[in-house]
Each structure stands twice: as structure tokens, then as C-alpha cells.
């Protein structure tokens, strides 16, 4: 078989996800494509695994059985979640430990959201039906991304989160029933974690550093703001069944567009969280790697047994 | 030349905590929805072992019934068709048409064919 150009296979490729098709392992793909996936990828697993901290904060004090069993299925999955996304990662030709060493290290980023505090119950509810409303946006367009391993494991993720939009709610419509006192704490989380929610779709299109390659390449199917808005526009009527309101003077319904309108975003705090100043990130990253130190003897007693196992049947 | 499928980087980066490598076998993942149904690639986890790689494919890939068996191999042990040879290599069943039902006459009239 003949050799063909890069030229060549630079043209099939993106033939390729423009006609639809997906890029497996194997095949051919241009070298950019490959580090910004991978880095993609293993930044959004790391945000899986990191989002289990601050929802672990509430396991042990959650109000009852049926909430503390809701609340530890959620955060197991996250930790599913985290390892499909680590394995599709991997396909990209780097090992599961160098991408988790890159987390541990502090040098890879992850999402800004989960160096937010979890104050009260209320932000358990509030974290499954704006934090999880906002992700499953972002992951329904993802299901049909152009690599194969990404669009495999964001169809079953998205399977999986819309149990945890529902359990948010659920908690926050509880409490919005209940007492003055209870409905004012689902309040306060809203409060807390609306304009971080908003900020999970990224800086303004104008100022999005990697859109253009990535839309290019079929990863990125919609805007930044197109996303950000379709999430507004759902939320705004959950939130006024729930008889809460956003912290945002400027929503208001716009009849012209048939969107809402809303405040600018604080993006000088969205850049301090993202560089390392939100409120908890060092706390969750000392949290991570003490996890992982304090894991260590499992890992290791896994392989001894193995081991075991191995010499025994020889 | 297309790259190596799985290049992976030898760089070992520096840490306070265990420096050895830790990096389990690969074992890919096979689930079985219903009874009677093909096994279907779900995707893959890392273990010292198949004992224990079944029972991590079981936490990760199970959690909602989505099985009624397992299978784990290895990853190494995959034998897999190669992208850039796609065209040849299926090429053999292109031009034979009469392979399906559709390419026969079929008499007006005449049932059960």
C-alpha cells in the first residue's frame, strides 16, 4: 500500500469528522488533536473524581437513610464516571498513571465549580440541580464528539447524571416546602452557587482560548454562550417552581428573543479560581493526595495477593 | 507513517509519594446484557488480576443491572484489524452481491422465500 502524504491523511481525517465518523485509537490523527484531547479528557475526569469531595463532606450527615443512600450512589458514580473518562484518556497513548501523577502534582486543572465550599445540606441539592444541570448540558453535546472512546463514555455518563439533576431537586423542592428557615438555606445555596454554575461553560466565545480548533474537530458542537444560555433558560422556570430566586437583578424573560437576559459574570473571580485562589483549592488537592497516600497499602495488598494467587497456581 | 498505537511516555514525573510504577494490566471488558445476547465492549479497567478485574468491571460498568455476565481479557491479547489497511482488508466482500437474499428473483406468487 502506498505511502500516503501528511497532506493526505491531514484531508482524510478531517473528512472524516465532517461526514460524521469517528476518530478511534488507532487510526490516524493529527498530533494537536491528540494533546488537546488528552487533555481534555483527563481534565474532565479529574473533575469527576474531584467533584466526589465537597458531596462526601455531606454522606455522613445527611438528614436520613433514604438521602444518605441517594447521596452515596452519586458520589460512587462519580467515581465511575471518572474511570470510563480515565480509560478513554488512556487510549490516547498516555499511561493512567502519568494523567493521575499530572492531578496529584497540582499541574493539571480541573473544574473551577468544585472549589466551592459545601456550607449546609441545602448545597448538596443545590450541586445536583444547577452543578449537574450545567454538566449534562455540556456532556449531551459531547455524546456525538468525534473520538469514539469520549463519545462512548459521555453516552453512558449522561445515563447516569440525570438520577443525580433529580435527587438535587428533590432535595431543594423538600426544602422549599418546608420551613421559613429551610426554604431560606435553598435560597442561600442558590445564592452561592448560581453565578459558579454559569461560569462551568467557560469564558465568553470571544474569549475562549480553544474553541476554534476544537468546533473544528467536532468536539465542541456549540458555544460557550449558546450552552450557558440553554442552561439559563431551563433552570430560570425550575427555580420559580421552586418559589427561589436567581441573585441576578438583571434576569428578566426577553420576548424578542425568547431567551433571558441576565448580569455579566464576575470573571475577575472565575480567573482566581481557575489559577488556583478559590476558596478551596488547596484543600481539595491536599484532600486528593492524602486519599491517595492513604491508599496505598490497599493497591499494594491487591498486587500481593495477586502475586499470592499467582505463585500458588504455578 | 501513522504513530504507534499506544506510545507511552517513559517520563516519570516527581513526587513525594510512591515513585514506582503502579500501572496494573489493561483488561478490557465485555457485558452481556440479557440472557442470549451478544457480548458487547464496554470499556476497560486496570487489575493485578482477572479475579479482581471482573470484580472492578462488575463496580464500574454493573451498577444499575446493566449485566448478567462478564467477560475480562487482557488487553495485550487483542488482536485488532488495522485503519490503514480498512479497504483491502474487507475488500474481499464488496462485489458479491448474490450473498444477499435480494439479489434472487423471486416468481410472483410463490410464498415462504
Known amino acids: 500500500m502506498p505511502e500516503l502524504s501528511q497532506l493526505e491523511l491531514e484531508t482524510r481525517f478531517q473528512k472524516k469528522i465532517d461526514d460524521n465518523l469517528y476518530i478511534e485509537p488507532k487510526d490516524w490523527m493529527l498530533d494537536k488533536y491528540r494533546k488537546n484531547l488528552l487533555r481534555q479528557i483527563s481534565q474532565h475526569a479529574h473533575s469527576e473524581v474531584i467533584g466526589m469531595l465537597p458531596e462526601a463532606n455531606w454522606i455522613t450527615r445527611a438528614p436520613n437513610l433514604r438521602r444518605k443512600a441517594a447521596l452515596l450512589a452519586k458520589v460512587q458514580d462519580e467515581a465511575g464516571h471518572g474511570l470510563y473518562l480515565y480509560s478513554a484518556a488512556e487510549t490516547l497513548g498516555s499511561s493512567r498513571e502519568e494523567i493521575l501523577n499530572l492531578l496529584l502534582t497540582g499541574k493539571a486543572k480541573y473544574s473551577s465549580i468544585f472549589n466551592y465550599p459545601t456550607l449546609t445540606w441545602a448545597d448538596i441539592g443545590a450541586i445536583g440541580w444547577l452543578v449537574d444541570g450545567a454538566a449534562i448540558i455540556n456532556q449531551v453535546m459531547l455524546q456525538r464528539a468525534s473520538y469514539g472512546p469520549y463519545a462512548r463514555a459521555m453516552i453512558r455518563i449522561c445515563r447516569e447524571e440525570s438520577f443525580h439533576q433529580r435527587q438535587g431537586y428533590e432535595i431543594m423542592l423538600t426544602l422549599c416546602r418546608g420551613t421559613a428557615e429551610q426554604k431560606a438555606m435553598a435560597q442561600d445555596a442558590l445564592n452561592r452557587w448560581w453565578w459558579p454554575s454559569l461560569m462551568m461553560f467557560g469564558p465568553h466565545d470571544k474569549d475562549s482560548p480553544h474553541t476554534g480548533d476544537m468546533t473544528k474537530w467536532r468536539v465542541k458542537r456549540e458555544s460557550n454562550d449558546d450552552l450557558r444560555q440553554k442552561f439559563i433558560d431551563r433552570t430560570v422556570p425550575q427555580a420559580d417552581f421552586l418559589g427561589i430566586t436567581m441573585p441576578d437583578k438583571d434576569l428578566k424573560w426577553d420576548e424578542a428573543t425568547q431567551h433571558y437576559k441576565f448580569g455579566e459574570i464576575n470573571w475577575e473571580e472565575f480567573n482566581q479560581v481557575v489559577s488556583g485562589n478559590g476558596p478551596c483549592n488547596r484543600e481539595r488537592l491536599n484532600a486528593r493526595v492524602k486519599a491517595h497516600n492513604e491508599g496505598k497499602w490497599v493497591r499494594d495488598a491487591a498486587a500481593a495477593y495477586a502475586d499470592k494467587k499467582r505463585k500458588k497456581a504455578a | ?113
Do not use: C
Not at chain 2, 9 to 35: A, C, G, H, Y
Not at chain 2, 74 to 100: L, M
Open chain 2, 1 to 113: 507513517m501513522p504513530p504507534p498505537l499506544m506510545p507511552i511516555k517513559n517520563e516519570r514525573k516527581q513526587l513525594n509519594m510512591e515513585q514506582q510504577d503502579n500501572q496494573w494490566p489493561l483488561w478490557e471488558v465485555f457485558i452481556q446484557s440479557k440472557s442470549g445476547q451478544p457480548y458487547k465492549h464496554a470499556g476497560s479497567v486496570h487489575a493485578p488480576d482477572g479475579a479482581m478485574a471482573l470484580e472492578n468491571a462488575r463496580d464500574v460498568y454493573t451498577r444499575r443491572n446493566e449485566g448478567t455476565s462478564i467477560w475480562v481479557v487482557p488487553a495485550q491479547y487483542i488482536v485488532a484489524s488495522t485503519p490503514e489497511e480498512v479497504g483491502s482488508f474487507f475488500d474481499p466482500a464488496n462485489d458479491k452481491v448474490y450473498r444477499h437474499p435480494t439479489f434472487y428473483d423471486v416468481p410472483e406468487g410463490v410464498k415462504y422465500l
